[in-house]
Nanobody, 122 residues
Framework: QVQLVETGGGLVQAGGSLTLSCTAS????????MGWFRRAPGKEREFVAV????????YYADSVKGRFTISRDAAKNTIYLQMNSLKPEDTDVYYC???????????????WGQGTQVTVSS
C-alpha cells in the first residue's frame, strides 16, 4: 500500500516562502506522475501543479505560475513544491497525489496524501 506524506506546511507572512515535501512509502515517484493540489474548507479541490515522470515537464495553475515550482527526486522518492511570493489567497490544505500512466487531476489519482496546512497572513 502506497502512502504519501506531506510536510513543510506552516504559517508565513505574505511575500514569504515555504517548501512542501511529499515522500512516498515505495518507489512511487519513479513510476508515477505526481502533483500538488489544494483545498480550502467548503471548497472544491483545486489544481496547483503536476510533473511528468517521463519527461520531467511540469504544468501549473495560472494562479501560481511564476511563483511556485514543482520538482522531483526519484532517488529520495520525494517531490517538492517551492512556493515563493505567497499571498493570503494561497492559504489552503495542500495535498500530494500520484497516478500511474497519466497526470493526476482534481478528481482522479491513485493515491492521495493526508494534506499539510499552509496559512499566509496579510
Amino acid at each position: 500500500q502506497v502512502q504519501l506524506v506531506e510536510t513543510g506546511g506552516g504559517l508565513v507572512q505574505a511575500g514569504g516562502s515555504l517548501t512542501l515535501s511529499c515522500t512516498a512509502s515505495v518507489h512511487t515517484v519513479r513510476y508515477n506522475d505526481m502533483g500538488w493540489f489544494r483545498r480550502a474548507p467548503g471548497k472544491e479541490r483545486e489544481f496547483v501543479a503536476v510533473i511528468s515522470r517521463n519527461s520531467g515537464n511540469s504544468y501549473y495553475a495560472d494562479s501560481v505560475k511564476g511563483r511556485f515550482t514543482i520538482s522531483r527526486d526519484a532517488a529520495k522518492n520525494t517531490i517538492y513544491l517551492q512556493m515563493n511570493s505567497l499571498k493570503p489567497e494561497d492559504t489552503d490544505v495542500y495535498y500530494c497525489a500520484a497516478r500511474l500512466g497519466a497526470m493526476p487531476t482534481t478528481t482522479t489519482a491513485d493515491y492521495w496524501g493526508q494534506g499539510t496546512q499552509v496559512t499566509v497572513s496579510s
